[in-house]
């Protein structure tokens, strides 16, 4: 049968063309065609409707992207060689003029689309044409309301200056920014009113002679003062650097040695603090020989005269942000306004942001979660950001969420403990006077996300409204502007339960059964965002396979070129092109999921612990502040240290067994020595049952004690330092025995990875033996055999043995779908170089592979392909491409089975990506059915960009044919509108099993 348009965006583009062609019918006489009336507007608005039209059929999950007259029509519309002619049918027959096909194969935009239409517009027009009534304008003129779009987002900016700019020129009076208060509705920032405030300030910086690209350092509270002076700064031509302002008597000290550290680090010269916090500034001051000035918001824009707007570039640094730093030692990473509108850009395309969102925040402004996830984000979107001070938030948090309701939140985001704070103060009576049915993405990040926090949270307050696939589990570093990893939108949290023991033992993460009441659990943090990209690599850099443990790499337009003013560190971050995330994680269909922080890892006898899990559970230990719980490994004793009453003695003799001694650190205010010794007890219990042994030493303390970050998280890493320095616990024997020990205790691991990277390279070195001797056999077979049935079962021979040999499994499901009384055109995805070896021991009886054109280059390849009849096609010469989909279509008329790998090309990031038209058209044309086939596994075996092979199974899946009646070539648009039914059946079948996630939305910002 044949398929017909019946959906929205098929009778849109029909209605489009009929538009056009009413109008050419209300011609007379000698009038030009319809394309000749209309203004220019008219003219580029239709042009963008059947672009967009045209991109909605291919892409749907696209369907709501805007268009643009400046974007790529390959690389950001996803617009291939057919497409691109069904494009001409559309414009010729709308505007009623003839292109010649070389505009089309050799446009880049949808611009240079309309310079072309305009130029036959120019020829065509008669002097008197500009006379004629607006009724026969091309199409009807817009409403009043519809020419100024308030709702419209900054696409084309290339830097922060150029989105404010923009929002202040298009609406500068729409709301922007509500600061929260609980009974009143709090204070108002427009874009207008946000502009004119960081004028102010830049004047200010500018009279006092600050350089361009020259650091300048923000210590503000959240308040219209800190989003003054972080854009004031980038419009004065310097750099933001934020730091987090004093709020703690207690850490004073802390305090001063971090941003001690920063100051001396950027060699910022001015400090923007408010009145409060000067007496603090000044000791900064007297410690850091180039901080010359501290001012306020009030003192900088007191000043008045001249202000001048230095040019910016998307490349300059936008501000600089300085990791948490575990020992005192910050790094400040550079981040540029390219890497952060790219950011904002691919985490807005993930949770489809909108101007219409509103989104609530406690977040601090100095944490890149809130500067660039809630501040910024809103900004580029022109979005309302309703915002809280963190301080408002931890004292109430229930806050936070009658802010959601009373202003209709649709976007928020925290980390793991500020969802556990709400679930801990938020009480049932609170609960009925909540509704947060309006929130559509609910971001958990930044920390660890705990899998029984994200259970309760939507237990508890799915009673308010709160949907489950709102919640998201997100994952991001500052290294990586703020997002990396994101969940779908409509999806919902991801939990994985793997076997304690192997994932503890052998770093693999195993399914566990339903009844294990000790599986470990984690949580999905989604998979990269558009245009960025993660690997999971063992210690030698090699990419490993689904499912092992590993350390997480990543790589795209939002990371960082490195830390400021550190070369040593910046050196440390990067791993051939990739950037080294310090995080372990691995992979399951696309899906990160995050295991821990490699320097918090405690290898324990062999066994590999993860502190997050053992601190949660201490933390809800009676008695035991919650959140305020460290857990790290170490190989010595701190000089003040002894075991910890009730601690066993089998427990403490593991520091003279040479492995590292687990120490758990644990706020609490209990004094009585009986609730002291039990509350030991209950922890060894728990870290019996997590971790496999009891603490070697257990440390209770007073509140205050465990250090924390500026976020929130806990400093495990200085806390260690701490204990190691005596300042926490009570020394242990000699130094030289103790490391002794350390070289010791590690052996078994070092052993068994050394065993692990040996086996992979042999079995690397016997697969590429077997296949230089199988390869060579199939050549000789393809040059000698005479016939070509008899070339191809010795292809599909080899390529059997060749899996054979390997310990290969390959499982075929579905191999009666195949025809064999006819011809068919088969499609599969496309994940490695082992694809085109899989179908050939997949399908017994012979195909015609459709190839690129560059393998014909090498001439004794080209005989090669040609003796088993591959067909070439053409990619980047847009006319000749168009010609060979022509001549395939008349070879699949003549009865040849026809193979297209309907992606085109593959990636080493998992993702099915968008399919080209050629092979749907061929079979629309000829009335050949499309067989679709699902290749799965042959990705994690052998990566694009790698040539290091592993072990795996592959499954190939081969659906049933998808019948079509023949349209012929002469009926353009049945023929258009089929090819796309095939190929969105095709595409469904093969993505349901191939594995992947769908990466089929069209282009990238």
């Not at 020129?169 to 509705?185: M, Q, S």
């Not at 089998?650 to 509350?679: F, K, N, Y």
């Not at 001797?773 to 050549?779: E, F, M, N, R, V």
Request: aromatic share 6%; with cysteine.
């Amino acid at each position: 049968m044949a398929f017909h348009r019946n959906d929205d965006a098929g009778r849109e583009a029909n209605t489009a063309v009929r538009e056009a062609e009413q109008v050419q019918a209300r011609k007379t006489g000698q009038e030009t065609p319809a394309s000749t009336n209309g203004t220019p507007e008219h003219v580029e608005d239709l042009l963008l409707r059947l672009v967009r039209e045209l991109v909605a059929e291919l892409h749907p999950k696209a369907a709501d992207r805007p268009v643009h007259l400046d974007h790529s029509i390959d690389r950001d519309l996803g617009l291939d060689s057919l497409a691109r002619m069904e494009l001409l049918t559309r414009v010729e027959n709308a505007f009623g003029v003839t292109l010649p096909e070389r505009t089309f194969t050799d446009a880049e935009s949808p611009r240079d689309l309309l310079r072309a239409i305009s130029r036959l517009r120019t020829a065509a027009t008669p002097a008197h044409a500009a006379d004629q009534p607006a009724g026969d304008s091309l199409v009807p003129a817009k409403k009043p309301e519809e020419t100024e779009r308030p709702d419209a987002v900054p696409h084309n900016a290339r830097t922060l200056v150029d989105v404010i700019e923009w929002h202040v020129t298009h609406h500068p009076d729409r709301l922007h920014i509500r600061f929260y208060k609980d009974k009143e509705e709090g204070d108002t920032l427009s874009f207008h009113q946000l502009k004119e405030g960081a004028d102010a300030v830049a004047r200010g910086l500018q009279h006092l002679d600050i350089k361009p690209a020259e650091p300048v350092a923000i210590m503000l509270p959240t308040g219209p003062d800190y989003f003054f002076t972080f854009l004031g700064i980038l419009l004065a031509g310097g750099i933001p650097v934020p730091l987090y302002p004093p709020v703690r008597q207690a850490r004073l000290e802390d305090h001063l040695r971090r941003h001690r550290s920063i100051l001396q680090n950027c060699a910022a010269s001015t400090l923007v603090s408010m009145p409060e916090a000067k007496p603090f500034a000044r000791l900064l001051k007297s410690q850091v020989e180039s901080l010359h000035r501290i001012v306020t918001v009030e003192e900088l824009s007191s000043d008045s005269g001249a202000f001048w707007t230095p040019q910016v570039n998307p490349q300059d640094t936008a501000f600089l942000q300085y990791t948490s730093g575990s020992t005192g030692n910050p790094k400040g990473v550079v981040l540029s306004h390219a890497n952060l509108l790219a950011n904002i850009r691919a985490m807005g395309q993930n949770v489809q942001a909108t101007p219409n969102d509103v989104f609530v925040s406690w977040l601090p402004l100095y944490h890149d979660m809130g500067l660039i996830g809630a501040w910024l984000g809103s900004l580029y979107f022109g979005s309302q950001l309703v915002i809280m001070s963190p301080i408002g938030f931890l004292t109430r948090p229930l806050r936070w969420f009658q802010a959601v309701h009373r202003y209709r939140g649709s976007i928020t985001a925290s980390p793991n403990f500020g969802f556990e704070l709400c679930l801990r103060k938020v009480t049932e009576e609170d609960l009925r006077e909540l509704d947060l049915s309006s929130l559509r993405a609910v971001c958990n990040g930044a920390e660890p996300v705990s899998a029984e926090t994200v259970r309760r949270l939507i237990e508890r307050f799915s009673v308010c409204g709160l949907k489950q696939e709102a919640v998201m589990p997100v994952y991001g570093l500052a290294e990586c502007s703020v997002g990396l990893t994101f969940p779908p939108t409509d999806r919902g949290p991801l939990i994985d339960r793997v076997q304690r023991e192997t994932f503890q033992r052998d770093g693999l993460a195993l399914p566990a059964d339903a009844d294990d009441d000790n599986a470990l659990q984690f949580v999905s943090s989604g998979s990269p965002l558009t245009g960025h990209e993660v690997r999971i690599v063992d210690d030698a850099g090699r990419e490993l396979p689904e499912r092992r443990v590993g350390q997480l790499h990543f790589r795209g337009p939002s990371a960082t070129s490195g830390y400021f003013r550190n070369p040593e560190q910046t050196g440390k971050l990067f791993r051939d092109g990739w950037l080294d995330s310090g995080d372990l994680a691995y992979m399951v269909c696309g899906d990160v999921f995050i295991t821990g922080r490699i320097k918090d890892i405690i290898i324990r006898a062999g066994r590999n612990i993860t502190p997050e899990e053992l601190e949660e559970a201490i933390g809800k230990v009676q008695g035991i502040r919650k959140s305020c719980v460290a857990v790290f490994g170490s190989h010595t004793r701190g000089p003040d240290s002894s075991p910890a009453p009730g601690t066993p003695p089998e427990a403490d003799a593991t520091s003279d067994m040479g492995t590292e001694r687990l120490v758990v650190l644990a706020e609490t205010r209990e004094s009585s020595p009986e609730t002291r010794e039990q509350i030991i007890a209950e922890i060894n219990s728990l870290a019996v049952d997590l971790a496999g042994t009891p603490a070697d030493e257990v440390l209770l303390v007073p509140p205050g004690t465990v250090l924390k970050t500026s976020s929130g998280k806990v400093r495990r890493a200085a806390s260690k330092e701490r204990y190691e320095q005596g300042r926490l616990g009570r020394p242990a024997g000699a130094l030289w025995l103790i490391l002794a020990r350390q070289i010791l205790s590690s052996m078994p691991q070092q052993l068994r990875r050394a065993r692990r990277a040996l086996s992979d390279s042999l079995f690397a070195f016997r697969a590429w033996s077997l296949y230089v001797i199988l390869a060579t056999l199939g050549i000789l077979s393809i040059i000698a055999l005479p016939a070509l049935s008899w070339r191809w079962t010795a292809l599909h021979t080899l390529a059997r043995l060749l899996g054979l040999s390997t310990g290969t499994r390959l499982m075929v499901r579905g191999l009666e779908n195949l025809p064999t009384d006819r011809p068919c055109v088969i499609v599969a995805n496309h994940a490695s170089y082992l694809d085109g070896y899989v179908l050939a021991a997949t399908l017994p009886h012979p195909v015609s592979f459709v190839a690129k054109a560059e393998l014909a280059a090498n001439a004794a390849l080209r005989f090669l392909m040609q003796r088993v009849h591959t067909e070439f096609v053409e990619r980047f010469d847009m006319q000749k491409g168009i010609e060979d989909a022509r001549r395939i279509s008349r070879q699949a008329k003549a009865g040849r089975i026809l193979m297209y790998f309907a992606e085109g090309t593959f990636t080493r990031a998992p993702g099915l990506r968008p399919f080209h038209m050629g092979a749907f058209i061929a079979a629309a044309e000829s009335g050949a059915p499309v067989v679709p086939i699902a290749i799965r596994g042959t990705r994690s075996m052998l990566r694009a960009d790698s040539w290091f092979p592993r072990r795996g199974s592959i499954t190939v899946t081969i659906g049933k044919p998808i019948e079509v009646q023949p349209t012929g070539p002469e009926a353009d648009g049945a023929s258009w509108n089929t090819a796309v039914e095939l190929r969105n059946i095709a595409r469904e079948f093969i993505l349901r099993h191939c594995g992947d996630p769908d990466l089929g939305s069209a282009g990238r910002s």
